[in-house]
């Protein structure tokens, strides 16, 4: 039966790919930059109401987030899908989220036509600004926790077909110091410099780069000078600071001692700091459980170039998700091997027979996926038990 159900679903596909692939060149040819994504958001939640959906357009602040549910009887596993539909700024779609949506939407039909009888529920959620606000993360702080669904899936472009392990915790802080003008020359000593105490901290980093685990990184760059000449003492210095590490436990161990060092370098010049922390992207509870069924039916389907898992990445907002649920996010590739994301060759794939091509196989291996979650329960209770046991692991030790 199984074997029918997912026979059904990638012929399915088959027969819609021309009008998913129209979508995901039109997504490509208009790039908008998250929150603002109006016109890709409303051809996806449009095609989805279409299609039988019930479509919530707007979600907490997000005004392109959406959230479309098709119900078959009571009951069964709540699947959720995910997309992206965010370009890059000055770049366009230079990461391949022009994929996501029609991949989604065409795995979510496929579905809903093939699965028979058996009682579930597909939540479809369409997720704004991953490449600068990270939507995921707004969403859940303003309440959409996603806790709802059974498992969270997604799919993603890339230059290889594989899964991936871990990723990086993220946090960003904007740090502000205020001084106190006065001229260079004629009264420097009525000053208190800002760029001093920023310096300062950013010194204060560099040391401490030397007592901290491997995977840790410390990122910062000046972002606002406060406009002063360079015969001012200025009293205004602005930078964005990011500090990255395997787990957000450890991220946030770093912060501790990053705040001392901001307070440190402000009580030596004499100026006050503000470090207003923005967001903060949690590291990947991966579920291999859930990866290997994910690549079974990649390598069944011989999507191309399949390939191990990648065992740690940077930073993404669907890691949020997935400590809450689980989840993981099958990557299709679309451009050589090697190609680096939020490059030229992404933009130059984006509308290419390999970029339609990983839409419909994207499309195929989350529907073939989700309908063999449906018709056997023992493998969700597998994949949330793993869940349970590694999210445990880490609340115990959440630095390690």
Aim: with cysteine; glycine share 8%; hydrophobic share 40%.
């Amino acid at each position: 039966m199984l074997e029918k159900q997912i026979e059904t679903a990638n012929q399915w596909i088959d027969a819609h790919l021309s009008e998913l692939t129209k979508m995901s060149d039109t997504i490509f040819d208009h790039p908008e930059i998250g929150p603002h994504e109006y016109k890709s958001s409303a051809l996806l939640t449009q095609y989805l109401e279409d299609h039988g959906f019930a479509v919530t357009r707007g979600i907490g602040s997000l005004e392109t987030a959406f959230r479309a549910i098709w119900k078959n009887g009571e009951g069964g596993p709540n699947i959720g899908l995910l997309c992206e539909f965010d370009a890059l700024p000055g770049m366009g779609h230079g990461c391949g989220h022009q994929l996501q949506g029609p991949s989604i939407l065409g795995a979510a039909n496929a579905i809903k036509e093939a699965a028979g009888d058996s009682p579930f529920t597909l939540t479809v959620y369409g997720t704004p600004g991953e490449e600068n606000i990270s939507g995921k993360y707004i969403m859940i702080k303003e309440g959409c926790t996603f806790e709802e669904l059974d498992v969270a899936l997604m799919m993603h472009g890339g230059p290889a077909t594989q899964t991936d392990i871990k990723s990086l915790a993220n946090a960003e802080y904007t740090v502000t110091y205020h001084g106190k003008a006065a001229h260079a020359a004629l009264k420097p000593e009525a000053g208190r410099s800002s760029l001093d105490a920023m310096m300062l901290a950013f010194h204060g980093i560099e040391c401490l780069r030397e007592h901290v685990p491997d995977d840790v990184r410390i990122h910062y760059n000046i972002i606002d000078g406060g406009g002063t000449a360079a015969n001012v003492v200025p009293s205004f210095t602005q930078a964005q600071v990011m500090v990255r590490a395997g787990t957000v436990g450890l991220v946030k161990e770093i912060m501790n001692r990053m705040e001392k060092i901001y307070n440190g370098a402000a009580l030596m010049t004499e100026t006050t700091v503000n470090a207003e922390v923005g967001k903060i992207l949690d590291n990947k509870i991966p579920n291999l459980t859930l990866n290997d069924l994910l690549m079974k039916h990649a390598r069944a389907l011989n999507a191309p170039n399949c390939q191990s898992a990648r065992k740690r990445t940077g930073s993404t907002d669907f890691a949020n998700v997935m400590h809450r649920v689980p989840g993981s996010c099958i990557r299709v590739a679309f451009v050589p091997d090697g190609t680096s994301s939020h490059s030229p060759e992404f933009i130059a794939a984006g509308k290419s027979e390999e970029a339609h091509q990983a839409v419909q196989f994207g499309a195929k291996i989350l529907a073939d996926a989700a309908l063999e979650l449906i018709d056997d329960p023992k493998q969700l209770e597998a994949i949330q038990k793993e869940f349970k046991e590694r999210k445990e692991a880490e609340e115990k030790n959440p630095s390690a």
